[in-house]
T-cell receptor
Framework: EAGVAQSPRYKIIEKRQSVAFWCNPI?????LYWYQQILGQGPKLLIQ????????DSQLPKDRFSAERLKGVDSTLKIQPAKLEDSAVYLC????????????FGNGTRLTVT | RKEVEQDPGPFNVPEGATVAFNCTYS??????FFWYRQDCRKEPKLLMS???SGNEDGRFTAQLNRASQYISLLIRDSKLSDSATYLC???????????FGTGTRLTIIP
């Protein structure tokens, strides 16, 4: 079974620039998550999709972050403009919808904002 | 109070010893529970789900105490390869939201 695919693996940008990350979940997984993980901390949920609808984006800084999952499969996460504190690993995960199904993570995108 | 709380450690434990971590959660509507393992600079990977009656997978035992709202992970006969960060994850009923703890860092010492 193919896993969750993410790209790019690494990205270095200057503050105030924009950046986009892409995620392709495991086939058949209706739920897709974007997490931000700052060094030394646990992953923090940014946004959760159920098919192409947003379930939870309460912790997404909407003035600079946006995400979409137009056809209910692939998703993109964008930051515009980036700040220094956005330096983190951005993890995409997917799961089946029913209660006990665990998350499967992609390799993540390591973003450095200089 | 944080939704999910873990002792960040670090726990430095000699090889062969038994080590246990606890994780507390604040939302009584939480439905499902998991332990994930994260190696340095890698993505989290599922270690085991936690079932109401408790469950075991080799040297690893997970338990759930709904009354006190905590889950635990016990590692017996620890190996050097068990060195990692262990993340507690709680899933809420209804919105399927998953919340991670900050993780507990474990180092097994030869």
């Amino acid at each position: 079974e193919a896993g969750v695919a993410q790209s790019p693996r690494y990205k270095i940008i200057e503050k105030r620039q924009s950046v986009a990350f892409w995620c392709n979940p495991i086939s058949g997984h209706a739920t897709l998550y974007w997490y931000q993980q700052i060094l030394g901390q646990g992953p923090k949920l940014l946004i959760q999709f159920q098919n192409n609808g947003v379930v939870d984006d309460s912790q997404l800084p909407k003035d600079r972050f946006s995400a979409e999952r137009l056809k209910g499969v692939d998703s993109t996460l964008k930051i515009q403009p980036a700040k220094l504190e956005d330096s983190a690993v951005y993890l995409c995960a997917s799961s089946f919808t029913h209660g006990n199904s665990p998350l499967h993570f992609g390799n993540g995108t390591r973003l450095t904002v200089t | 109070r944080k939704e999910v709380e873990q002792d960040p450690g670090p726990f430095n434990v000699p090889e062969g010893a038994t080590v246990a971590f606890n994780c507390t959660y604040s939302n009584s509507a939480s439905q499902s529970f998991f332990w994930y393992r994260q190696d340095c600079r890698k993505e989290p990977k599922l270690l085991m789900s936690v079932y109401s009656s408790g469950n075991e997978d080799g040297r690893f035992t997970a338990q759930l105490n709904r009354a006190s709202q905590y889950i635990s992970l016990l590692i017996r006969d620890s190996k050097l390869s068990d060195s990692a960060t262990y993340l507690c994850v709680v899933k809420n009923f209804g919105n399927e939201k998953l919340t991670f703890g900050t993780g507990t860092r474990l180092t097994i010492i030869p």
